[in-house]
């Protein structure tokens, strides 16, 4: 006698906003990078209290930049690709909301101690809070991918899980640090987090750019004929890319040699523009949600360049640092969210908002202003920053008004998603 499998109850949630990560967490990343940079613009000109004492308001921007905006983008990403990858369900709703939860009370306690706020009587009591829920929301972030991966046994996704796992751990050195009043361990923490988005962007971004240019320009042409583009990878540049960023990042985190950073940091350059270079069809300018990724590696590239001959030509370690940071993180970030949440949400990913082409082209100046300009005319860098910042948040502005309505609201085809 055959047995009949009854249809399981579809999921649901309270509101569209919590069906998957990427729809609340991009939201909160994008809301997140316009606060937090208008209130580092107070900080880094002397107009706030913040408490310099227990932690050097650097460290401050450089946590809640890795941390909290973009630790915000990968859990969103990850939280729903896992689903893809796996098949199994993620997070949603009041399971969802727990976990966003978490982030979003770590990010208050440090906002408020960027504005000099105190807890307790004290400044360091926001830090210790905000320890507690950050820590709490990594860790369940961590344990929702983990189960999902061991359920179907895809074992190839544990690289991914291992730099979560570091980046738990670099965030509790930033803490100790804090607590301990040791600024070089907190120094440690924030670059280790720093470096492991990096390397984090690097891997998705070896799976998904060659497949994002393949899925947007394999089209049907007039004669109904599908035009496709096949792009390779090579498990030669993958482990050429992997061991020589693993080796720059050790010699720039704790063994600082200039022979051996010009070294690291050229090999990972040249790797990923030969790897670019394989990625190359001049279809991408016709479409912004692929040029727009092809400018961020690009740009991550040029950064490590920079980083190669920073220790001979002399301008600031701080200059590649944030070039890095800019495409690695801040451009690649967007056109990840720009892309994800058409195709993800149910909507035509080959007709983005109009604005999408002016929030790519103004983190591009982001690049060029605090970057470029800064390394050839030093006499004005305090404008050079504040052009950067302002573009920053402008770019984000349009995204919060483009897109936090989709995200808001149900799939147009009715799916749970």
Not at 169 to 175: D, F, H, P, S, V
Not at 233 to 261: E, M, T, W
Not at 351 to 368: A, D, H, N, W
């Amino acid at each position: 006698m055959q047995s009949i499998n009854l249809p399981s109850k579809p999921p649901s949630s309270p509101h569209p906003i919590l069906n998957l990560s990427f729809r609340i967490f991009f939201s909160a990343a994008a809301v997140f990078a316009v606060v937090m940079m208008m209130l580092w613009s107070f900080v880094f000109t002397g107009h706030t209290d913040i408490d310099a004492q227990v932690l050097n308001p650097l460290y401050w921007h450089g946590h809640e930049m890795i941390y909290g905006y973009a630790l915000a983008v990968v859990a969103g990403f990850l939280l729903t690709a896992v689903k893809t990858w796996t098949g199994v369900m993620m997070p949603h709703g009041y399971q969802l909301l727990s976990i966003f939860g978490c982030w979003l009370l770590a990010r208050l306690c440090w906002l408020a101690f960027g504005l000099g706020m105190t807890m307790a009587g004290t400044s360091i009591s926001l830090l210790y809070v905000g320890a507690v829920f950050d820590l709490l929301f990594m860790t369940l972030m961590a344990y929702a991918i983990f189960r999902a991966v061991l359920q179907v046994k895809q074992y190839k996704q544990m690289g991914i899980l291992a730099k979560l796992a570091l980046l738990t751990l670099g965030n509790a050195l930033c803490y100790w640090g804090i607590i301990s009043a040791d600024m070089n361990t907190t120094r440690v923490g924030v670059y280790l987090g720093f470096y492991l988005i990096i390397g984090l962007v690097l891997t998705i971004g070896r799976r998904v750019m060659p497949f994002f240019i393949e899925r947007g320009l394999s089209v049907t042409n007039d004669k109904g004929i599908t035009e496709t583009v096949a792009l390779r990878n090579s498990k030669v540049q993958d482990i050429a890319s992997l061991l020589f960023f693993l080796a720059f990042f050790i010699v720039d985190v704790f063994y600082p040699n200039k022979y051996l950073l010009t070294v690291t940091a050229l090999g990972v350059a040249v790797v990923n523009i030969v790897r670019l270079i394989g990625w190359y069809h001049r279809g991408i300018w016709q479409k912004p949600l692929l040029w727009s990724l092809y400018i961020a590696f690009t740009g991550m590239c040029l950064s490590f360049l920079l980083y190669a001959l920073q220790p001979w030509l002399g301008y600031a370690h701080s200059i590649a640092m944030h070039g890095l940071a800019i495409a690695g993180v801040g451009m690649m970030t967007v056109a990840m969210m720009t892309r994800v949440a058409l195709g993800h949400t149910g909507r035509n990913i080959h007709q983005p908002p109009k604005t999408v082409p002016i929030m790519y082209g103004l983190m591009v100046l982001v690049f060029v202003s605090r970057v470029l300009l800064p390394l050839t005319d030093m006499s004005h860098y305090l404008l050079w920053i504040m052009i950067a910042q302002s573009a920053w948040i402008a770019c984000f502005v349009l995204f919060c008004i483009s897109y936090l309505p989709m995200l808001a609201r149900p799939r147009p085809d009715g799916l749970f998603g």
